[in-house]
């Protein structure tokens, strides 16, 4: 059962939203001496009209984003002569000059040229913008309808097969969480993932309370409070010459996420309120088919009674010991009892709209997924208002306003007895479902804790609500054409509620009267930022864009959990009902201040550079090592502008650009370099004090030496364009918990051990092989190759499956090699060392070694296919990954021989278990307690090829003409068909687990990921 909102959050945020439309539904003003411009923007390839083009008028506050026709209609236009820009992706930049009569109405239709390369795109950069030719650095764009027909969560899932950008998702459950790496493993023990920065404002991006409800952080994502149809676009700088402006952050990449209005000069605006109104409902099931089944009863009794026999026991005894262990006997699948239909529903209502000193754009979202497992849900609920205010011809105010609302409910993962998909294989079939009474069958006090598959989904909430603010005051004053300045105050508030709760009849608080875990954090990130800009062009040749600033943030994490037990009455769940145990509280902070600058020069369209510096210091050091500097230089040539070069008849455009400079990385704890006393400890029922940490004053940055070339290129009338590059990162200094003596009190101690090196290639390609009025095809494909090396590493560190050590892969698994079942005993059998030349059947005589095999891809990217046919559309995306392997963890548990019993084991293990002498198996013999050395941890017998194709998306869209449109009171009108992660194709035809995993490769019984088949309409207004 859902639990009810406490706060009131969904019902604050719809009164705020209503509220807000209200408002701004009131017209703005009639002027005086004003007329109106209006038109259609159509392509010059196809003549076919372009929706959502920006059409604007320079100076004046005025635009909008044409609509399903390409029509456009400027209000309030003062009178006399404009220059209206138009610009749509894909398309050249047009302006059109034009004359304004008062009272009257002017009519510019407007073509666009081709632009496959979309040269003229605006990108946004770190703290500035810059068209796309001018870019000397290496960075990935995303635009609002790419995010806007997927159904998911959370707009990382859309950056998944970005060039340079591995995306996985940690866990399939509704509201999980991504792992992100640019360009490879960034560090070791600091953070390896990109920043996120919302309109100028870091994101707080720490899910974990400390409790069952995370998973380690697996199953919650704080950027999952975004709205991703309030993005514009979203811009993943990669290089050093895009990343190095910010400093100790930059290291492991920077998502620049821009939401819409949410920069002063969008193009969204118009003389009267634009409404639009988005819904979309789904339901899934599995994304992978071929995943693990339980037993059935009749299976299970064999399975039981081979292994009793097999143990020495006889027959009748052997089934007298079953009869008594299960004396109520079910048959029961506990993987499809678990399990349902999920569902998903998303409503989303915007408006847009101003005049020529106020726009807006306010927005209302629910989006609320039912999981594949029971219980298992996420809602959100968001409200946003992004707001300018153009005070006088010089000043301008923008506020940003985003407030978000979440619930959700998980499950547990990896070898906890209640974890679901461990429990589903590992618990016999024979279990009942209920006891005479109708409740929950809890008799098996001798089988995992006495949990139940089904009866702990229901009765076992683990639930966390979280509430966050993100607020962004700025200011710009243009002092005239070249200079301005602006500043902005900014704070991101997010606070965590998580309660887990364990009954009393049953599974793990049974003993105790039932459990429960109360966490609460509360965080608070607010930064300043203030800059001057110059921009200018000087005669014809030479474009001049610089910025200096002055940025301090500072960033408080309380955290509060208290545990109790014993709980008065069953239907008394909070903890004030029960006895408390324990109670912690924590409060950490830190601080950034950092001065930049960079400077971009651009000599012709032809010859472009850039430099940019950083210095930043963070309280996060000592204070001899507090402040450290970060820069990067970048230059680009475009060949076929260069006149010395002459024509260059294979390429329609061809840029060279490459980059180098030296980025940071903070991300190590707040408090890692001083010596600390902890005061939890206790000494004769007494408080007490001892040594928490070691000192380290010396502690300094990690860095990373950023190096990369690349080719932008169009051929064949633009028909074919993409980007060749190379690139290489090298860390130094990487932060290492290194091992010390025991005689110190410390087991290890953090300091500045290693370097690191990744480097690959980036090819991209798009290709336009069909291009009329009515019809177009186009095809696009990149891939992405990753090698990564320890460069130095003073000595091996073990990492349960790993051995970091030098010269070698930082994933790469180091672990007890498998050498197959002996085909006359069935006993398990290991190679002795790496040579491989002789094997044993007793795990103590054989020893872990490296075989080449790594959770790194080799081999990543995506492909797919866009097309159009009069008013329909559809594309499709794929993505893949190849040459590593994935590690299930809980293998060895629930792949049994009879070690486990009378817990029960996989069909895939009973399948293909030895039975008698000359059987060629992948199991040992079953035997009660177990085979010698069968199951240990740490063995590439758990090892499976990772290579996998997923058929990510597929969508297809309809545009009502506007004249139907018109007839039900909509100015348009949208239907549009999808399904996420229609096919997956796996090369290891014996993986019997979701292939997508997290970095590290390692399979956890996490949720799989799901098939979603949704359908919804978008409609204007």
Known sequence: MRKQCRYGSPSILGAAALLAFTLMSDGLAAQDDVGQVTGQVTAGDTGQPLSSSSVSIPGTGLGMLTNAEGRYLLQNVPAGTHQVEVTSLGYSTATVEITVTAGQTTVSDITLALDPLSLDEIVVTGYGTARKEELTGSLVSISASQLELPTTTTFQDVLQGSP???????????????????????????????????????????????????????????????????????????????????????????????????????????????????????????????????????????????????????????????????????????????????????????????????????????????????????????????????????????????????????????????????????????????????????????????????????????????????????????????????????????????????????????????????????????????????????????????????????????????????????????????????????????????????????????????????RDGSSRFGPDQRWGNFWSVGAGLTLTNDELLGDMPVFDYLKLRGSYGQVGNAEIGNYAWQGLYGFARGYDGLPGAAPAGVANTGLTWESQGSFNLGFDYAMLDNRVTGSFEYYKKSSQDLLLDVPTSLTTGFRSTLQNYGDMENSGFELALSSELVRSENFGLS???????????????????????????????????????WAGVDPDTGDPMWYTDATKSATTNNIADAERFYDGKT??????????????????????????????????????????????????????????????????????????????SSQPSDADRWLNKGDYIRVKDISVTYQLPTGLANRVRLNSLQAHLSVTNAFTWVADDQLTFDPEQIVSGVYNTGTPNARTLSFGFTMGF
Do not use: C
């Open 855 to 932: 959770a790194t891809p080799k081999y990543l990217g995506s492909f797919g296919l866009s097309g159009r046919w009069d008013r329909f559309s559809i594309s499709t995306l794929a993505t893949y990954m190849f040459g590593h392997h994935l590690y299930e963890s809980a293998a060895r548990f629930y792949h049994g021989d009879g070690r486990y019993l009378p817990r029960s084991t996989s069909q895939y293990a009973y399948e293909n278990a030895w039975r008698q002498p000359g059987d060629v198996a992948l199991f040992p013999r079953f035997s009660w307690g177990g085979v010698n």
């Open 779 to 817: 095809m696009d494909f990149n891939l992405t190759t990753q090698s990564n090396e320890i460069t130095r590493l003073q000595a091996p560190i073990l990492d349960g499956t790993k051995r970091r050590e030098e010269g070698r892969d930082y994933q790469e698994y180091y672990l007890y090699g």
């Open 164 to 614: 340079g950008v591995l995306v996985t998702s940690l866990d399939g459950a509704p509201g999980a969480g991504f792992d992100i790496r640019v360009r490879g493993q960034g560090s070791i023990t600091a953070g390896s993932e990109p920043l996120y920065v919302v309109d100028g404002v870091p994101m707080f991006n720490n899910a974990d309370a400390a409790t069952e409800v995370s998973n380690g952080g697996r199953t919650v994502n704080t950027l999952a409070s975004l709205n991703p149809n309030d993005i514009e676009s979203i811009v993943v700088l990669k290089d050093a010459a895009s990343t190095a402006i910010y400093g100790s952050r930059g290291a492991n990449g920077v998502v620049l996420i821009t939401t819409k209005g949410g920069v002063a000069g969008s193009p969204i605006w118009s003389g009267e309120p634009q409404f639009q109104l988005r819904t979309q409902f789904g339901v899934s099931g599995w994304a992978f088919d071929n995943l693990l089944e339980p037993l059935t009863a009749a299976q299970y009794e064999d399975y039981y009674l081979t292994a009793r026999t097999n143990d020495g026991m006889s027959l009748p005894d052997a089934q007298a010991q079953l009869a008594n262990q299960w004396p109520i006997q079910e048959d029961n699948n506990w993987m499809d009892l678990m399990q349902r239909n999920g569902r998903t529903n998303q409503f989303d209502l915007s408006a847009t709209g101003g005049g020529d000193r106020f726009t807006y754009f306010i927005s209302a979202g629910m989006f609320d997924q039912e999981g594949n497992v029971l219980e298992q849900y996420f809602e959100r609920y968001t409200t946003r208002a992004n707001l300018t205010a153009r005070v006088t011809d010089n000043f301008t105010i923008a506020n940003n306003l985003n407030i978000a609302y979440t619930q959700q409910n998980g499950i547990n993962d990896g070898s906890a007895w209640e974890a679901p998909f461990y429990m589903a294989v590992f618990m016999p079939p024979m279990l009942p479902m209920y006891d005479e009474d109708g409740f929950w069958y809890h008799r098996h006090t001798n089988v995992m804790g006495a949990n139940h598959p089904v009866g702990g989904l229901y009765e076992n909430p683990k639930q966390r609500e979280t509430q966050r603010v993100i607020e962004n005051l700025s200011g710009t004053y243009r002092f005239n054409d070249d200079f301005s300045a602006a500043s902005s105050w900014s704070f991101d508030l997010y606070n965590i509620h998580d309660y887990v709760y364990q009954n009393m009849f049953f599974g793990d608080g049974r003993n105790s009267g039932g459990t429960f875990d109360d966490s609460r954090v509360d965080a608070m990130n607010w930064q300043t930022t203030n800059t001057v800009n110059y921009n200018t062009f000087i005669g014809s040749s030479h474009g001049v864009d610089a910025v200096v600033g002055y940025e301090a943030s500072k960033n408080n994490r309380e955290r509060t959990n208290v545990w109790g037990e014993g709980f008065a009455h069953p239907d008394l769940k909070l903890g004030t009902s029960a006895a408390i145990t324990q109670g912690t509280s924590t409060e950490e902070e830190y601080a950034f201040e950092s001065y930049f600058g960079r400077v971009n020069y651009d000599f012709k369209s032809t010859y472009f550079l850039s430099g940019s510096f950083r």
